[in-house]
């Protein structure tokens, strides 16, 4: 894309009512618009990162068979009603509005309740399951305190998944499959070697929950990590008896601030029971079925990858979850610019091509605040000798690479 | 995908309370779930025609050089106030809802003024223009009455696109080539024939607004048609003086039914000036953005196929948006179903594959109800001759395909 086309600009200074680091540096490379706190619109290179994400994340549930649906925000009061959850005082960030004839209705902060409902008329016996089902879809939380950027709003998009087993074994087996899917989640993603899986308050199917929490200083959680065995503890559920259970040794484990990038929760009959979700199983006995649910908010994880790897200078992204592989930058050399950004467009390689008249300075700046993993400059003397200049965003050493070779340079299209 | 995974099934009666015809039909056939009147969720195949159709619709936005954002669903009321369209006597179909620390939150039935307010960092001289932004969003509408099914949600789909001009002329060119996409749309959507360019009320910048209308019996509006010039009247300005404006003969214009499946509308300063979206022109003034508004719901656009094409069997879909290519079904006779399963899957041919135990009435008759445009069986007999029977959707009779040549058989690849 011509960057003189792009409808966004960067800006030198962040709004002054944003707190959060990532939020600054998103809006001031022109990322995401601020609506109000907590509520962020994505403009195109932010659109872009995030729907990368959400490209790993829909591979690795389909990976473990999950089938992709769409559910509403608009939520039937009467499910709520039926498991506990419609009370503000049960559950306290609602968002409710009004039907014009009368009848409070509550726009959704997470969807265990309809998924529930909804896969009544589909599993009515054994051979119906095990299944899986995921969305990415809008969640609205009512938050007395949005200041963390993208990484809590009022209103997110989140891949929740819900699982559907005969039993507890079936559940459990599922449960690892996926928090294998989230490691490789995490990983593809680019904060794998910082996240770990956390030992977190369960209910009452299971002792625990697990999250994956991101070290980071910009996290809300406080969790304790053995390095060694690469898992944590959530300080919610930190004392001796747990460290115990969990054959740790207090010594060796070390309080962090984190982020929570995921979670994963064994629901058990929780929903299925008052929701009637039953199935007749090989002895003709009905059950309710065992569901598990698993979450990732798509934004939360790019606020995260902002968080942990951005520098002084901008924005640093994971060449996996880039706007643009390449930001192509002329100066004062535009025929031999076009030439190039033709040659890489035309081998499938997503560049962004700074083709504003614009001072060699400004060009740089903003290079290196929008993050592109790769800068590939092309200025007239070089360009004379057929050579482009090419750095990576993380390192201060280019490298001049002759243009007949450019495409051998990617190992990898997208 | 085989069905024997896919979670939905297929029902032989709709839900009593299900009025509409597309919504009893994409019921019945596993496309949507009713959460309640007028909010619909989206099941595995009814979400992959709504990406199908989205895909068309992105393609065509981004050949006019529209660049995708994602706007928010709750809307900062102060932008609305400025406006004067937050007032309820003004917009009397507004959800809205309110902020744990007090003040009222709306929730977006329109995007008009988070976009403009959105564009004022970006546009500053007449550089900056023209431009066009375009989403995939959620719009929320109090509906009294709710029940045309997914063409009419109290929550649904919409695409909108902006455009940002620096004069009216700019506004008209960009408005004509947005109304030739509109075109190409339906076309590949598979309604081209049956829709109309249509006059409707314009504002205080021009005369007329411009519908798509569909000519269907199931639709809300009434037109009057030309058949020859392939445009149309909307009643709400149908009278001499209009006829006579657009050089029509009353006496060949004939009243139908139809349903408004995209519309586009000159907004000229209407927004951008009580919001201060303003440019420097060449001579160094100071003018107002002029903007125009195009939108098409992706859902209503799925909805107006469903009662276009269907037939008394079930679901009819196009080429083009249909959840699958082929439907394969095997006979008993899965060893060599398996085989053409392979074959297909690996010539990159999206195939739903009837791998169960049913019977052949009943495969038959799921199959019809689901509407996959290509049917292929697989028949013990048939198969030891190497011999695979191919229907289409719409046809009565079958042609019997050597199994070593389907790929052949198939033109394009999706």
Request: glycine share 10%.
């Amino acid at each position: 894309m011509r960057q003189s086309q792009l409808f966004t600009k960067t800006r030198r200074e962040a709004p002054k009512d944003e707190e959060s680091r990532n939020a600054q540096l998103l809006i001031r490379a022109g990322f995401v618009h601020k609506e109000m706190a907590g509520v962020y619109s994505y403009l195109p290179l932010g659109l872009r990162v995030l729907e990368n994400i959400i490209g790993i994340i829909r591979e690795e549930m389909n990976q473990i068979g999950g089938q992709e649906v769409a559910l509403t925000a608009l939520q039937n009061p009467d499910t709520w009603k039926t498991t506990g959850r419609f009370d503000d005082a049960v559950v306290d960030n609602w968002f409710k509005t009004k039907l014009k004839n009368g009848g409070e209705l509550p726009l959704a902060f997470s969807h265990e309740e309809p998924v529930t409902n909804m896969m009544r008329p589909f599993i009515q016996s054994y051979r119906d399951l095990p299944k899986a089902v995921y969305q990415f879809q809008t969640k609205f939380r009512n938050e007395t305190r949005a200041k963390s950027g993208i990484m809590r709003g009022r209103e997110f998009l989140m891949k929740d998944l819900y699982s559907f087993s005969r039993s507890q074994e079936g559940l459990d087996a599922f449960y690892e499959e996926t928090a294998l899917a989230y490691g490789r989640i995490f990983d593809r993603v680019g904060i794998g070697t910082h996240t770990y899986k956390t030992f977190a308050s369960g209910g009452v199917f299971s002792r625990y929950s697990h999250e994956f929490q991101t070290i980071c200083d910009a996290g809300e959680d406080i969790i304790y990590i053995d390095e060694g065995k690469r898992i944590a503890i959530n300080e919610e559920v930190f004392n001796d008896e747990v460290i115990v259970d969990l054959g740790l040794d207090r010594s060796k484990l070390v309080q962090k601030k984190s982020i929570e990038v995921g979670n994963i929760f064994k629901l058990g009959a929780r929903f299925s029971e008052p929701l009637g979700l039953k199935f007749k199983d090989e002895d003709g006995s009905s059950k309710p079925v065992i569901m598990g649910c698993y979450g990732i908010g798509p934004g939360r994880l790019m606020g995260t990858v902002v968080e942990l790897l951005s520098d002084e200078k901008g924005l640093v992204w994971p060449e996996a979850v880039a706007p643009f592989q390449v930001h192509l930058l002329s100066l004062g050399a535009d025929e031999g610019a076009e030439k190039v950004y033709k040659a890489l467009t035309d081998a499938g390689i997503g560049t962004l091509y700074d083709d504003r008249p614009e001072s060699a300075g400004i060009k740089f700046a903003e290079s290196e605040l929008i993050g592109i993993p790769c800068r590939m400059v092309v200025g007239k003397r070089s360009i004379e000798n057929g050579m482009v200049e090419v750095k990576n965003r993380t390192s201060d050493e280019s490298v001049m690479v002759p243009m007949d070779n450019l495409e051998g340079y990617f190992p990898a299209k997208r």
